[in-house]
């Protein structure tokens, strides 16, 4: 197998009861690429998402990141994960840790690095995200965006060979979009291999290598930002962007 | 011409008051103070309960609540975390324990314990304050895991998935990341709890104990024995209150301050 896929999945199928969310997705990811998963509300994308470091169990399917298949019963799947970074619509940071703990907690007790590694490096990740002064804070002090780019240092404090961004701006408010975007930029940039579902089709359309544009639960339609935003084929490619685009 | 509402309440009011001082009033001149008090609160014997009374029993009270307490949180974690196990056996054992020792009166739990157990083996306590504080423990555990599963159930989800997706264990993360949140988020029914288990105490004074593990109610009815006197158990009324007020009084404060917090 090409040792530059980071992300492959095949078939993967998820249903919750009756309903069948996810139906056969194949999708690779390559080492430093950066793909945006759009599509309408209730199109499948967060669960495909969640689907890559097992936070939802797949019904059918395989997905094999680094080389890992995740589905596998033997899958150690806390080492994994260890990998695989996650940012999410909510935050989710720890409420009773400061910004500092938040991102030293997982570097102590999964990678087991000292006091004094987990939290120099924490100090330059928060520095990296622009939160210089902000590491004795805790969550309730600080603004939603920069909530988030904590919850991205943390995410980096683990070394992820990629990260999953779970609509990260969409909680936010608008004037707060912007510094969490340029964050997710700079890390693009810096090679960074990102799985990221998002209602920004500036972001997707400035930053991403590739989009998928999903709906019903398939992938519609994939290619280059230039192909699929700006010259979709597929008319329900088409019938999403002109419903979010002109509004 | 028609009374209005408002000064219809207004009336109202007047008229409350004016009957509650008439009651007030009929109370203080019909009621023989002082022998009541000779019964009741007689000095000379309120002033020989101390210092024995906190010294001795209300030490022994406070011991029974602390070691019954402790057990109770201890084992109450260990049964809650059972409950919200995806292990079926762990789920059930845990919620027949809760429905047993919730159903059945502490008083009957104390008994079987501590006296009828004994009795019928012949086996020992091997010290008088454990023969109380373990069926005390036991109970205060049934209730104290529902207290917990309600605290750990109220953190969000999003942090348990925020734990997993860093690496940590279904256990680390519990330890880490969701068990301090529930517990602070538990704090004022906790305390709540102790208040009982202070009050519940009491009830141990049934078992045989020896002079220096008296608890304050055995100490008080004691007391009453020796004197013919109602002041020994109206002193020990009293230290309990001393003991449960401020801490009532704290958990009021705690939920007035997270109203304000939630607002």
Known sequence: MNSDVVV????????????????????QVQRG???CIIGPSG???STLLRCVNMLETPTAGTVVVLGRDLTDIDCDIDEARAHIGMVFQQFNLFPHMTALENVC???????KRSADEAAKI?????????????DNAYPAQLSGGQQQRVAIARALAMNPDVILFDEATSALDPELVGEVLQVMQSLAQEGMTMLVVTHEMGFAKGVADRVVFMDGGVIVEQGP?????SAPVEERTRAFLSSVLNH | MAISKRKKAQYRRI????????????????VDWGRLQGAMFKWDIVVEQFPDILLSAGKNTLIFTILGFAGGLSFGLLFALMRLSTVRPYRWFAATYIEIFRGIPLLVTLLILGFGIPIATGWRWPNPYLQGAVPLAL?????????????????????MEAARSLGMSYSRAMITIIIPQALRIIVPPLTNEFVLLIKDTSLISVLGVTAGTRDLARFGRDGVNSTANATPLIVAGLVYLAMTVPLTQLVAWMERREKAASR
Do not use: C, W
């Open chain 1, 8 to 27: 492959n999945i095949t078939n993967l199928n998820k249903s919750f009861g009756d309903n069948h969310v996810l139906r056969g997705i194949d999708l």
């Open chain 1, 33 to 35: 690429e950066v793909v």
């Open chain 1, 43 to 45: 199109s499948g994308k």
């Open chain 1, 105 to 111: 907690v997982a570097q102590r007790k999964v990678l």
């Open chain 1, 122 to 134: 924490a100090h330059g990740l928060l520095a990296r995200v622009g939160l210089v002064e902000k």
């Open chain 1, 225 to 229: 930002p230039s192909q699929v935003i």
């Open chain 2, 15 to 30: 008229a409350v008051y004016v009957l509650s001082v008439v009651a007030l009033l009929a109370m203080v001149l019909v």
């Open chain 2, 139 to 159: 109970v205060a555990s049934a209730y104290m895991a529902e207290t917990i599963r309600a605290g750990i159930e109220a953190v969000p989800k999003g942090q």
